[in-house]
């Protein structure tokens, strides 16, 4: 069975660049089909699809973070990693990787809170 596990730095300071990595097991990145997204809850808000990199290497952003947002992926570690830029207090949120389906996602991580806070 897939699981997905996120990982990063807790607090962040403003403008800074923080990377959190999902960490996939039970399942390769690079099988057919799969997307592998990042999605973020605020405090009271609702969820964000930030972004996704396919399981061809293709990575696909939200337009309106596409200037901030940047995802890579490890096909050894069977790992792929967001990159936020320039970052600010309305960055604070739970951030969640998931396994994209087409059809819906169906396998999500926990989450991980990153504060940005000075």
């Known amino acids: 069975q897939v699981q997905l596990q996120e990982s990063g730095p807790g607090l962040v300071k403003p403008s800074q660049t923080p990377s959190l990595t999902c960490t996939v097991s039970?399942?390769?990145?690079?099988?057919?089909?799969?997307?592998w997204s990042w999605i973020r809850q605020p405090p009271g808000k609702r969820l964000e699809w930030m972004g996704a990199?396919?399981?061809?290497?293709?990575?696909y952003y939200r337009p309106s973070l596409n200037s901030r947002t940047s995802i890579s992926w490890d096909t050894y570690k069977n790992q792929f990693t967001l990159h936020l830029s320039s970052v600010t207090p309305e960055d604070t949120a739970v951030y969640y990787c998931a396994r994209d389906e087409y059809c819906g996602m169906y396998h999500w991580g926990k989450g991980t809170l990153v504060t940005v806070s000075s």
């Open positions: 990199i396919a399981y061809s290497g293709r990575p």
């Open positions: 039970g399942g390769s990145i690079t099988t057919t089909d799969y997307y």
